[in-house]
């Protein structure tokens, strides 16, 4: 059974930093893209950024580049979100997600997710 267990958030300032984590487990995910997504309240789920399994090629929304940086962890079986200089409006609830495959924006895409993680900034 495949799981992808995501911990990490919380409150914080603005300019403040936290470290998500996505745990994951069920299946092998070398042939994976490996993305974090957010999903603010009354708005579209949207994509964040993300990292090859395989490789460690990574990509972000111009939102977030320069800000936050995706890793893994291959032993752990673990991908981090490291988010720096954190903004109100990243106030979202984060989710981890795998598709086979090359990465995609579109979350329909994805093959499975995890439960999410609340992140809030506050002013």
């Known amino acids: 059974q495949v799981q992808l267990v995501e911990s990490g958030g919380g409150l914080v300032q603005a300019g403040g930093s936290l470290r998500l984590s996505c745990a994951a487990s069920?299946?092998?995910?070398?042939?994976?893209?490996m993305t974090w997504f957010r999903q603010a309240p009354g708005k579209e789920r949207e994509f964040v950024a993300t990292?090859?399994?395989?490789?460690?090629?990574?990509y972000y929304a111009d939102s977030v580049k320069g800000r936050f940086t995706v890793s893994r962890d291959i032993a752990k079986n673990t991908v981090y979100l490291q988010m720096n200089s954190l903004k109100p409006e990243d106030t979202a609830v984060y989710y981890c997600?795998?598709?086979?495959?090359?990465?995609?924006?579109?979350?329909?895409?994805?093959?499975?997710w995890g439960q999410g993680t609340q992140v809030t900034v506050s002013s």
């Open positions: 990292i090859k399994w395989s490789g460690g090629s990574t």
């Open positions: 997600a795998a598709k086979w495959g090359d990465y995609s924006t579109n979350p329909e895409r994805y093959d499975y």
């Open positions: 069920g299946r092998t995910f070398s042939r994976y893209a």
